[in-house]
């Protein structure tokens, strides 16, 4: 039996808009079930900074969520804000869904969200 790894990339923009990719393993999974990604966008409104995350469908909004935390170097507090920049829906709620499942309801198709922390942002 072959296996594939399924992955959540790290996608970063250089000024000159090449696209270079560093890439963490998440997974190991049968071949047979070829992963499907979307990239989802997240702004920190706090920072500034901008992370690209290739995800691949199967994960869920949670491993997204969680990916984003470590990618901003932060803690998950009660009073963060997760949204969709589309909507302005929160993010938080959806997180036992599949990305596949978030996406089919119509929840932020663009995937762009944006993070803020309690005390921070605008």
């Known amino acids: 039996m ?6 959540i990339e790290v996608i970063e923009e250089l000024p000159d808009g090449e696209i ?3 890439v963490e393993v ?3 999974i049968e071949a047979d079930k070829k992963p499907r990604n ?3 966008r ?7 900074e901008t992370v690209h995350l290739r995800v691949p469908l199967s994960k869920t909004i949670d491993d997204v ?22 909507d302005g ?11 596949e499942h978030y996406l089919r ?6 995937l762009h969200w944006a993070f803020a922390g309690g005390t921070g942002g605008a």
Do not use: W
């Not at 072959?2 to 992955?7: D, L, N, Q, V």
């Not at 829906?89 to 990305?99: E, K």
């Not at 309801?105 to 663009?110: A, L, V």
């Open 65 to 86: 969520i969680a990916k984003t935390y470590d990618e901003f170097r932060a803690t998950r507090r009660p009073d963060d804000r997760l949204t969709c920049r589309g």
């Open 26 to 28: 998440v997974e190991i």
């Open 2 to 7: 072959s296996i594939e790894i399924e992955i």
């Open 42 to 48: 997240v702004d920190n409104k706090d920072n500034g």
């Open 38 to 40: 979307r990239v989802v």
């Open 20 to 22: 270079v990719e560093i």
């Open 105 to 110: 309801e119509g929840h932020c198709p663009k």
């Open 89 to 99: 829906v929160d993010v938080f709620q959806y997180g036992h869904m599949s990305l």
